[in-house]
Every structure is written in C-alpha cells, then in structure tokens.
C-alpha cells in the first residue's frame, strides 16, 4: 500500500483536483452564460418598449445603433461560454470522481446548443445585421421574420443551457467521506 505523502498519491491529489476545479468550474460559466443573455433580453425588450420622447426617426436610429453595439458583443460571450462549457466538460469527463453520465449529458446538450448557435449566427443574424445598415430605416418584412427566427432560436439554445446547468448543479446521492477518501488516497 502507498504511503499518504508518496509521489503516487500527490499526483493522483492534484490529477483529482483539477478535474474537480474543471468541474466546479463548468457548474459556474454556464448559469453566468444563461443568466447574461437572460439579462441582455430583458434589457432589450425594456430599451425597445421605452419611448424616448424624441422624433420617431432619430428613436429608429438610436435603437438600431445600440443593436449593432450590443449584438457583437452578446455572440462573443455566448460563444465564448458554451465553447468554454464543452472544454471543461471533456476535461471533467477525465477525472475519476466527477459524475460521468451528466457531464455527458451536459456535454451533449452543449454541443446542440453550439451548433443553434452557429446556424443562427451564420443565417438569422448575419443577415439581421446586414439589414440594420443603414440605420433608422423601417424593418422590412425579411427582417421581421428573421427576428423571429432568433427570438426563437435564443429562446430555445439558452433553455438547453439552463437544462445543462441543472442537470449539472443536481445534488448527487450521499456519498461517505470513506468513500471520497478512497478516491482521493487509493490505498490510504
């Protein structure tokens, strides 16, 4: 049996504990990700409702310009987050004690959520954003349908990352510490 200080078990401590960091990581980008865009459609559906008192035209230009400042930004967190989520989750599928089957549930659900992501990118908003140029126009009937197609898309993509989320932060069945020490000291 090895020794608790031996090379062997320090190195399977600090193997554990970065598949273990991965993992609490991965319980933590992705409800920021959700919570974010949950945000950033709260904000826009509030900025898009508000009147600002000033000629209908210059309100058109105002909105389409703050939609091609936010937008950009929105796609590079969210891609930044959900590519994130599937690194850590292959990094947290390694490590011995971390919960397999909804790492790899997680993982799937984010690989969906990555490809939406990607075809609403590419052919819903590449497209919207063309049409916003030049600003203050009225929306065209292409861009109205469009938008509904992201509304939908985004709706759907952030659900699968919530159910991700979930099934992630879901309590596991009570282990017992002689259990987790096992895991952590093979052989203590």
Known sequence: MARPDSPVNKWCI???MAYRVAFG?????????????????????????H????????????????ALLRFPAYYAFGFTCVGLSIALSVVSLLG????QK???V???????VLSLMLWDYHFVYGPMFDMLDPTGVEKSAAWKRLHAMSMIT????????LAAAIVLSWPRAHRSAAIDSQILLPGA
Do not use: M, T
């Open 154 to 161: 985004n709706l759907i993509h952030v659900s699968l990352c």
């Open 102 to 104: 909804r790492i790899a």
């Open 25 to 49: 990581l991965l319980r933590v980008v992705l409800p920021a990700w959700v919570g974010a865009a949950v945000l950033f459609a709260i904000n826009g559906s509030a900025e898009q409702a």
């Open 14 to 16: 600090e193997r554990c």
């Open 96 to 99: 011995p004690s971390n919960p």
């Open 51 to 66: 009147s600002y008192q000033i000629d209908v035209g210059i309100e058109r230009v105002i909105k389409d310009q703050l």
């Open 106 to 112: 997680a993982a799937a659900l984010l690989l969906v």
